[in-house]
């Protein structure tokens, strides 16, 4: 037999990580790597942070599942939490990213339902956006690579440029339901939203009856300097879906959602056997506990600075390599003048720094939210070492 056991749908490198400390992770032949992935924003506190594996530990030793048929004194805690520190008034818990987007669109379809407007069933999405792999999600998306042999895809979706207001307002007819959009693209290559094109959505939305719905797997829980991205631009959306940091490394999503975005989503229509059980309730408790400390987003926001500041003074001296900086918070991407996978693996296996590859020539670094000031220093001069050691592709 041919195919492997685990599923080759991913292109696995040869570094096989079995243990992590902190921002390290330690691979199987005892390699120690700089940890600037966070398994894809992922890892907010790091490896092994004593406060979410204590309260992990003791909620699997207390009760790991029950069924949502249940009354979830655990749930409602961290649903209020949520509500009380940010724009939402309701929470669905899911165990990824992709269950958190289709509860998403699943709202937003119900909403325009039950106002009598089925019709209403379009949401237009954005060029180059990540969405998930559900069948759902990559109908989300224009992305061939993504979609290529799986349709029919689900109907629903209209796309345009992303940060082209002038293009998304002239899909809009009968059919829209509203927008979904990333306040910065991740795996499209770190790109902001202008405040214009946000600022421009939001409006529209509110003209027009429509609702804005927000992906912030990635760019949300604290990952750009603010509790959520959109934070950043004065808006806020109707339904917002999180993941990624919001568990730090527990399998946890959410969908958030006002009170009239959310009226649709009644009893029966919508579901998870596993999402929200106790022991998710318990990372995503411990996980809040930290992010909300006083001060704690500031020293996301600082850090964020010194690291782009340190990787804008780099810059130049391998001008042959880099182009520029951008992203916000410690969501940050270095763009090359060539396609990044190549170097993101130098990285990784000559100077033991872990980034990440993304679209549009972006290499995105993506640090634990709890480095200092050394992790910075020492990434950056891993990514000056690897540029000058890095042979540049003949094009
Ligand atoms: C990672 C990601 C998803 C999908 O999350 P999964 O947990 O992999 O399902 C969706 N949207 C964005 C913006 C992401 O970065």
Known sequence: MAITPLMPVYPRCGFRPVRGEGCYLISEDGTRALDFASGIAVNALGHGHPHLVKAIADQAATLMHVSNLYGSPQGEKFAQRLVDNSFADTVFFTNSGAEAVECAIKAARRYHHVNGNPQRHTLITFGNAFHGRTLGTISATNQDKMRDGFEPLLPGFAYAPFNDLEAATALVNENTAGFMVEPVQGEGGIKPATQEFLKGLRALCDEQGLLLVLDEVQAGYGRTGKFFAHEHYGITPDIMAVAKGIGSGFPLGACLATEEAAKGMVIGTHGSTYGGNPLAMAAGQAVLDVLLEPGFLDTVTAKGER?????????????????????????????????????????????????????????????????????????????????????VPST
């Open 307 to 391: 690291l782009r500041a340190a990787l804008e003074q780099m810059i130049p001296n391998h001008d042959h390599i880099f182009e520029s900086v951008r992203g916000l918070g410690l969501m940050m991407g270095v763009r090359l003048k060539f396609e990044s996978r190549d170097f993101v693996a130098h990285c990784r296996d000559n100077h033991g720094l872990l980034t990440v590859a993304a679209g549009d020539n972006v290499v995105r670094i993506l640090p634990p939210l709890v480095i200092d000031e050394s992790h910075i220093a020492e990434c950056v001069e891993k990514l000056s070492a690897a540029a000058a050691s890095f042979q």
